[in-house]
């Protein structure tokens, strides 16, 4: 089975900056879209940033652009999560998800097509890093 293993949550006052790590395990590495949702009590799961895993292109939420880099790492099926300027804001859960498609388009991931909508069937999901800022 494919599990993804979440990283690098922790507490952080406002202007500090975290490294969130997923690992994948359990099958081979795909040309598919993998990246980040976020979410807090009562709300929709958001997606903030995402990566197609067959080449470099990516796509960020209009609430993180600037301030967060996602990266992949191949050899070591991981991808990252760089959260520099943390906000109040950014305070939330952070799942890392990747499309169950084995092959998705390059464009479908960096335009924010895959990231706009949870689409919590057609993903795999890890199970969550709780990311809290303070002021």
């Known amino acids: 089975d494919v599990r993804l293993e979440e990283s690098g949550g922790g507490s952080v006052k406002a202007g500090g900056s975290l490294k969130l790590s997923c690992r994948a395990t359990g099958y081979s590495w795909s040309s598919n879209c993998m990246g980040w949702f976020r979410q807090v009590p009562g709300k929709e799961r958001e997606g903030v940033a995402a990566?197609?895993?067959?080449?470099?292109?990516?796509f960020y939420s209009d609430s993180v652009k600037g301030r967060f880099t996602i990266s992949q790492d191949n050899a070591k099926n991981t991808v990252y999560l760089q959260m520099n300027s943390l906000e109040p804001e950014d305070t939330a859960m952070y799942y890392c998800?990747?499309?169950?498609?084995?092959?998705?388009?390059?464009?479908?991931?960096?335009?924010?097509?895959?990231?706009?909508?949870?689409?919590?069937?057609?993903?795999?999901w890890g199970r969550g890093t709780q990311v809290t800022v303070s002021t």
């Open positions: 998800a990747q499309d169950r498609a084995a092959r998705t388009s390059e464009q479908y991931c960096s335009s924010g097509g895959w990231a706009r909508q949870p689409r919590y069937n057609s993903n795999y």
């Open positions: 990566i197609y895993t067959g080449g470099s292109s990516t």
